[in-house]
């Protein structure tokens, strides 16, 4: 062999070796694979740094001789700067592999027959490949695969783009496809009145900050604390609260948790490289700050009116962190706005209160029944023998507890205080809040029971001393509230029916079929209005147990069911509900209210209808009352005169006509006359036309006489 034979044949091996995705091994039989091919599963894939994407290369061929094999190259013809990713390759059976045996190193797939091919025919051959890439940077790569030793040395080339994640987003309710905010009151600053309800616990993080809803309806399905009124003391405070450098803790602490809504990192999942910096402002008496978690928690960091997280600490929390929100020291409500970037992820409000100053109480029901005394069985005894009545007294005023700034003041217990213990016998009774133990909430509202021991009139103070000798918590912003006047009313006696039109007004007078009421109103012993509630049973014959229906003289057209009762035979007019009748509009301190009230349609008779209802309540009978349905006299009246001017309209129309009848005739005749006149002129003329003819006959007669004469 020649020198110059040997550096040819080293040549030949350095471009080989050199030649990167080249092929260069040579088939192993004798045979050339025929018809080859390379498939992908995907030519074009979009993915995200860190996802793991994966394509199935098929190769396949013809096979003429047992063992026949070929390779098929994998080389990174298109790389993005700075990246370090290759792909790799599985060679797991699958169930598209055909005669196949099959092997690969890092870039190199080699696909060999396995079997016995027979002479002058040709074996098909599928080998299948799973090829796996997980990029590290955004921008297209491109992965090239490519037949050696075929007939066809085919190739295909696999485009992965990688592009940006999707962007932060919020949770919609009830959802964790996003970010979630979680609102909750710091660790040590859990207010003693705030119970743990719900999904709402003391010092810990398991709930959303919207409540869980229903998908479709909405409906709240467990409660959030979205549900919930914050509310912290004005004053600082101090203590191992999440304190910071000087000792200051915090009200709340706000868990922030970015997401974009993926949940693998094939769908481009967030990772904590990908954490927005966030910005937290206030509008109103509060400092905030971003931070960490027990021992990420950073005592280094000052609250202020705005804060921008610093790109290191967004770097060290990555996407879950805190935000604290911490009082100024003066009371009020500060709105709190926490964005990532240009994205708002939560607003929300934080009331700081200072000391009670105003009680607003509110009536709910300035008539309630008596309780609690033997006037229980001498009211109305036969009444209350039979009828247990919800209990007006229940909740019967309400107050609001408020600071000087107008916040609302939880954690404080009210109390009820009547100005005439024999009528109302709360003397410093405690009123029932929303908090733990009966307090206020952080709405600062509470509901107060009445006890009445007899009929007549009491006023009621709410307030915060326990005694009229409490100089402590008078000391230290004690309130008491204006007194709201009550009237202890008796039980059911006697009642009063009546009609009137639909909205209630007096009226007895109607037309056939016209709307109205019919009501009924409940009074005590002394005519006065009963306390609000249900009375069951409530029409009744002399026999207390039998039901005794109201009795119409002639049918209702109509008639609408209230709400509170389920009977339907009053529906056609000769019967009425004969059990539960609820005092629909409230009764009054001047003894007014406690009336109940239908919508009916009158009789449709043509004529007049005097309607009588009449019955019993536990033996006593009511009132007549009687409307008269008749058609309307006044509208009656007008078709009555517009008939009389129809009339006279009527008789005037044939009075002209026969003037008119007259004026024809008249015209005729004149005619005629005019008609005789022209034939007698016609003819006077003739005659004298003739006789003219006749007299210069004769003159002409008379002058030949003459004319003979003279001769």
């Given at each position: 062999?020649?020198?110059?034979?040997?550096?040819?044949?080293?040549?030949?091996?350095?471009?080989?070796?050199?030649?990167?995705?080249?092929?260069?091994?040579?088939?192993?039989?004798?045979?050339?694979?025929?018809?080859?091919?390379?498939?992908?599963?995907?030519?074009?894939?979009?993915?995200?740094?860190?996802?793991?994407?994966?394509?199935?290369?098929?190769?396949?061929?013809?096979?003429?001789?047992?063992?026949?094999?070929?390779?098929?190259?994998?080389?990174?013809?298109?790389?993005?700067?700075?990246?370090?990713?290759?792909?790799?390759?599985?060679?797991?059976?699958?169930?598209?592999?055909?005669?196949?045996?099959?092997?690969?190193?890092?870039?190199?797939?080699?696909?060999?027959?396995?079997?016995?091919?027979?002479?002058?025919?040709?074996?098909?051959?599928?080998?299948?490949?799973?090829?796996?890439?997980?990029?590290?940077?955004?921008?297209?790569?491109?992965?090239?695969?490519?037949?050696?030793?075929?007939?066809?040395?085919?190739?295909?080339?696999?485009?992965?783009?990688?592009?940006?994640?999707?962007?932060?987003?919020?949770?919609?309710?009830?959802?964790?496809?996003?970010?979630?905010?979680?609102?909750?009151?710091?660790?040590?600053?859990?207010?003693?009145?705030?119970?743990?309800?719900?999904?709402?616990?003391?010092?810990?993080?398991?709930?959303?900050?919207?409540?869980?809803?229903?998908?479709?309806?909405?409906?709240?399905?467990?409660?959030?604390?979205?549900?919930?009124?914050?509310?912290?003391?004005?004053?600082?405070?101090?203590?191992?609260?999440?304190?910071?450098?000087?000792?200051?803790?915090?009200?709340?602490?706000?868990?922030?948790?970015?997401?974009?809504?993926?949940?693998?990192?094939?769908?481009?999942?967030?990772?904590?490289?990908?954490?927005?910096?966030?910005?937290?402002?206030?509008?109103?008496?509060?400092?905030?700050?971003?931070?960490?978690?027990?021992?990420?928690?950073?005592?280094?960091?000052?609250?202020?009116?705005?804060?921008?997280?610093?790109?290191?600490?967004?770097?060290?929390?990555?996407?879950?962190?805190?935000?604290?929100?911490?009082?100024?020291?003066?009371?009020?409500?500060?709105?709190?706005t926490i964005s990532a970037g240009t994205l708002e992820l939560e607003k929300f409000t934080v009331?700081?209160?200072?000391?009670?100053?105003?009680?607003?109480?509110?009536?709910?029901?300035?008539?309630?029944?008596?309780?609690?005394?033997?006037?229980?069985?001498?009211?109305?005894?036969?009444?209350?023998?039979?009828?247990?009545?919800?209990?007006?007294?229940?909740?019967?005023?309400?107050?609001?507890?408020?600071?000087?700034?107008?916040?609302?003041?939880?954690?404080?217990?009210?109390?009820?205080?009547?100005?005439?213990?024999?009528?109302?016998?709360?003397?410093?009774?405690?009123?029932?809040?929303?908090?733990?133990?009966?307090?206020?909430?952080?709405?600062?509202?509470?509901?107060?029971?009445?006890?009445?021991?007899?009929?007549?009139?009491?006023?009621?103070?709410?307030?915060?001393?326990?005694?009229?000798?409490?100089?402590?918590?008078?000391?230290?912003?004690?309130?008491?509230?204006?007194?709201?006047?009550?009237?202890?009313?008796?039980?059911?006696?006697?009642?009063?029916?009546?009609?009137?039109?639909?909205?209630?007004?007096?009226?007895?007078?109607?037309?056939?079929?016209?709307?109205?009421?019919?009501?009924?109103?409940?009074?005590?012993?002394?005519?006065?209005?009963?306390?609000?509630?249900?009375?069951?049973?409530?029409?009744?014959?002399?026999?207390?147990?039998?039901?005794?229906?109201?009795?119409?003289?002639?049918?209702?057209?109509?008639?609408?069911?209230?709400?509170?009762?389920?009977?339907?035979?009053?529906?056609?007019?000769?019967?009425?509900?004969?059990?539960?009748?609820?005092?629909?509009?409230?009764?009054?301190?001047?003894?007014?209210?406690?009336?109940?009230?239908?919508?009916?349609?009158?009789?449709?008779?043509?004529?007049?209808?005097?309607?009588?209802?009449?019955?019993?309540?536990?033996?006593?009978?009511?009132?007549?009352?009687?409307?008269?349905?008749?058609?309307?006299?006044?509208?009656?009246?007008?078709?009555?005169?517009?008939?009389?001017?129809?009339?006279?309209?009527?008789?005037?129309?044939?009075?002209?006509?026969?003037?008119?009848?007259?004026?024809?005739?008249?015209?005729?005749?004149?005619?005629?006359?005019?008609?005789?006149?022209?034939?007698?002129?016609?003819?006077?003329?003739?005659?004298?036309?003739?006789?003219k003819k006749q007299i210069t006959s004769l003159t002409n007669l008379v002058i030949k006489i003459?004319?003979?004469?003279?001769?």
């Amino acid at each position: 062999m020649s020198t110059k034979t040997t550096f040819k044949r080293i040549a030949l091996v350095a471009v080989a070796a050199l030649g990167f995705g080249m092929l260069s091994v040579a088939p192993i039989s004798a045979a050339v694979p025929q018809a080859d091919t390379v498939t992908l599963s995907s030519t074009a894939t979009t993915a995200y740094v860190g996802g793991t994407y994966t394509n199935v290369v098929s190769v396949g061929f013809s096979a003429l001789a047992t063992s026949d094999s070929m390779t098929t190259t994998m080389s990174l013809t298109s790389n993005v700067s700075g990246s370090t990713a290759f792909p790799t390759v599985a060679t797991t059976a699958t169930a598209a592999d055909l005669n196949v045996s099959k092997a690969a190193t890092a870039t190199v797939f080699t696909t060999t027959e396995s079997g016995t091919v027979t002479a002058g025919t040709v074996k098909p051959i599928v080998g299948t490949y799973t090829v796996s890439f997980t990029p590290d940077k955004i921008g297209t790569f491109l992965i090239s695969f490519k037949n050696s030793g075929g007939s066809n040395n085919t190739s295909a080339v696999w485009t992965v783009s990688v592009v940006a994640k999707p962007s932060l987003i919020v949770a919609p309710l009830g959802s964790t496809a996003g970010t979630v905010v979680t609102k909750n009151y710091a660790y040590y600053a859990w207010p003693s009145w705030q119970a743990s309800t719900g999904q709402v616990t003391a010092g810990s993080w398991n709930t959303w900050s919207e409540s869980v809803r229903d998908a479709s309806t909405k409906a709240i399905t467990s409660r959030g604390t979205d549900d919930l009124t914050f509310s912290c003391y004005d004053i600082p405070i101090y203590g191992p609260s999440q304190a910071t450098a000087n000792g200051l803790g915090a009200c709340m602490a706000v868990k922030v948790v970015q997401s974009n809504g993926a949940t693998t990192a094939a769908t481009g999942q967030l990772t904590n490289a990908d954490a927005v910096a966030l910005t937290v402002s206030v509008d109103g008496p509060a400092n905030v700050s971003v931070n960490g978690e027990n021992t990420t928690f950073n005592a280094n960091i000052i609250p202020g009116k705005v804060y921008v997280e610093p790109a290191g600490q967004n770097a060290d929390l990555g996407l879950t962190k805190y935000v604290y929100v911490y009082s100024n020291g003066t009371p009020g409500v500060a709105t709190i706005t926490i964005s990532a970037g240009t994205l708002e992820l939560e607003k929300f409000t934080v009331n700081f209160y200072h000391t009670a100053q105003t009680i607003s109480p509110t009536v709910v029901n300035e008539v309630i029944p008596v309780t609690a005394s033997a006037d229980l069985v001498t009211t109305s005894a036969t009444y209350q023998a039979n009828n247990p009545f919800s209990t007006a007294g229940t909740g019967a005023i309400t107050g609001k507890v408020v600071d000087a700034a107008g916040i609302p003041v939880p954690g404080l217990t009210v109390r009820s205080l009547s100005d005439t213990v024999a009528t109302i016998t709360n003397s410093y009774t405690a009123c029932t809040g929303l908090g733990v133990g009966g307090v206020t909430d952080a709405t600062g509202t509470v509901t107060c029971n009445l006890v009445g021991a007899k009929e007549g009139l009491a006023k009621v103070s709410l307030t915060t001393l326990t005694s009229a000798t409490d100089t402590t918590t008078l000391a230290n912003g004690g309130a008491t509230s204006v007194a709201s006047a009550f009237r202890v009313g008796g039980l059911p006696t006697q009642a009063k029916i009546n009609f009137g039109d639909v909205s209630g007004a007096a009226k007895s007078d109607f037309v056939p079929g016209e709307q109205g009421t019919f009501s009924v109103q409940l009074l005590d012993a002394r005519g006065l209005s009963v306390p609000n509630g249900t009375y069951t049973d409530f029409f009744s014959s002399v026999v207390a147990t039998t039901p005794q229906d109201l009795l119409s003289t002639y049918a209702f057209a109509a008639q609408s069911i209230p709400s509170s009762t389920t009977q339907t035979a009053f529906l056609y007019g000769s019967k009425s509900p004969s059990v539960g009748l609820t005092a629909a509009l409230a009764a009054k301190i001047d003894g007014s209210g406690a009336i109940q009230r239908w919508l009916v349609n009158m009789p449709v008779n043509a004529s007049d209808v005097a309607l009588e209802v009449t019955g019993y309540i536990k033996g006593v009978a009511l009132n007549k009352a009687v409307a008269t349905v008749a058609p309307d006299k006044t509208v009656q009246a007008a078709a009555d005169a517009a008939a009389e001017a129809i009339d006279a309209a009527n008789a005037a129309t044939d009075a002209a006509n026969a003037a008119a009848e007259a004026a024809d005739a008249a015209t005729a005749a004149a005619q005629d006359a005019a008609d005789a006149v022209a034939a007698l002129s016609t003819s006077v003329s003739a005659m004298i036309n003739a006789l003219k003819k006749q007299i210069t006959s004769l003159t002409n007669l008379v002058i030949k006489i003459q004319k003979k004469v003279k001769a």
